[in-house]
């Protein structure tokens, strides 16, 4: 009987099996690295706004605290945006002809609120509310990052659902006292020790919830 295959199949069916497992592994590796990209989370991407407010003037520079435009983030699930009014108080009275604040002056005379590009922006099956993490020591640049650096707001975690769970599931690593919550410098990078023992302490004092609840399916999507 007449040899079907040649020598040679063995090295061409290695080749293929070869190819085809890495053209797997390939394509996984490709996806992952799509899926955490900033194509996809943007991560680190600034948004275009209709005024480039700048949070690293306004907060480094001037001083101004959070809650002076965040008014609700201390009793809201919504941290709320400024209304024109809010910018004008300043502006009123400097930087009065500046061709960037000129959709601010537009807004105002119209009773036309600026429409801005939500950055962290949620899914709308996703549960999320600012007061009670506040409430219970968790401060704005730990999901925020150093906003107070930034010329232009952006995202500095991907807000996926995994990150989420790593707080609930140890969040002792990001507790902080309450009176540091807007302090965009803590922690120290001395003192890890110290910190470590008086987290422990602090989620007695704020009672967050280590009883595995937190990551119950219904704590975020209700």
Request: aromatic letters at 10%.
């Amino acid at each position: 009987m007449a040899q079907l295959f040649s020598p040679r199949a063995n090295i061409h069916s290695r080749v293929i099996i070869f190819s085809a497992v890495a053209s797997v592994c390939g394509l996984g590796w490709a996806t992952s690295a799509i899926y955490w990209s900033p194509y996809t989370t943007y991560v680190n991407v600034a948004f275009e706004q209709p005024v480039p407010f700048s949070h690293k003037h306004h907060v480094s520079e001037d001083g101004i605290d959070c809650r002076y435009c965040h008014t609700s983030v201390e009793k809201s699930a919504f941290a709320g945006m400024p209304s024109t009014e809010t910018c004008m108080t300043c502006h009123s009275q400097i930087w009065t002809d500046a061709e960037m604040l000129a959709p601010v002056r537009t807004s105002l005379a119209t009773n036309t609120p600026l429409k801005w590009n939500r950055v962290h922006d949620l899914p709308d099956y996703v549960y999320f509310d600012h007061s009670i993490h506040v409430s219970k020591g968790i401060g704005c640049s730990t999901c925020h990052g150093r906003v107070d650096q930034m010329p232009l707001v952006r995202k500095t975690q991907t807000l996926f659902m995994k990150w989420c769970l790593d707080c609930h599931r140890d969040p002792k690593q990001y507790i902080r006292p309450r009176d540091k919550i807007y302090d965009m410098t803590w922690p120290s990078p001395s003192g890890a020790e110290d910190r470590e023992v008086e987290a422990v302490k602090l989620v007695t004092q704020y009672h967050v919830d280590t009883s595995g609840r937190l990551t119950n399916c219904g704590t975020c999507h209700r």
